[in-house]
């Protein structure tokens, strides 16, 4: 299969596009399967392969370009897997100081106070006898 051509996929969408054909062009094979069955998701995937066209060429052709440009081994089809490493932390230049969240307020609760006896009415005059 040699590079795709966003004008033929287009035209191939617009004539064949609900028996999926341009997505066999493009090498959707699955999705083409399915859309033959379904003409073309019931119409609305086929409504939506407007956008998704220049996507799955451009797609098409990197894959294209890659397996013929002196990355493919041997026949066999590599797929490439990028795998993150979390770094450990790097030492700072002196005097950085990391973002610290803003601090939260403490909030003390209030001890239990022994209990003192108390004239029922602080402002009544007292009467002794």
Same mark, same amino acid.
């Given at each position: $299969?040699?590079?795709?051509?966003?004008?033929?996929?287009?035209? +191939?969408?617009?004539?064949?596009? @609900? +028996?999926?054909?341009? *997505?066999?062009? @493009?090498? *959707? =094979?699955?999705?083409?399967?399915?859309? @033959?069955? =379904?003409?073309?998701?019931?119409?609305?995937?086929? +409504?939506?392969?407007?956008? +998704?066209?220049?996507? $799955?060429?451009?797609?098409?052709?990197? *894959?294209?370009?890659?397996?013929?440009?002196?990355?493919?081994?041997?026949?066999?089809?590599?797929?490439? =897997?990028?795998?993150?490493?979390?770094?450990?932390?790097?030492?700072?230049?002196?005097?950085?100081?990391?973002?610290?969240?803003?601090?939260?307020?403490?909030?003390?609760?209030?001890?239990?106070?022994?209990?003192?006896?108390?004239?029922?009415?602080?402002?009544?005059?007292?009467?002794?006898?």
């Amino acid at each position: $299969m040699g590079h795709k051509d966003i004008v033929v996929a287009y035209i +191939l969408w617009f004539f064949l596009g @609900l +028996l999926g054909i341009h *997505r066999f062009y @493009l090498g *959707r =094979t699955v999705s083409g399967i399915i859309y @033959l069955f =379904t003409a073309g998701l019931f119409g609305i995937g086929w +409504l939506i392969d407007i956008c +998704l066209i220049p996507g $799955m060429v451009q797609e098409e052709n990197a *894959r294209h370009d890659y397996h013929h440009h002196g990355h493919h081994h041997h026949g066999h089809h590599h797929d490439q =897997t990028i795998v993150y490493v979390p770094q450990p932390a790097q030492p700072q230049p002196y005097g950085y100081q990391p973002v610290q969240p803003p601090p939260q307020p403490v909030y003390y609760q209030q001890q239990p106070q022994p209990y003192q006896a108390q004239a029922p009415y602080p402002s009544a005059p007292s009467y002794q006898q």
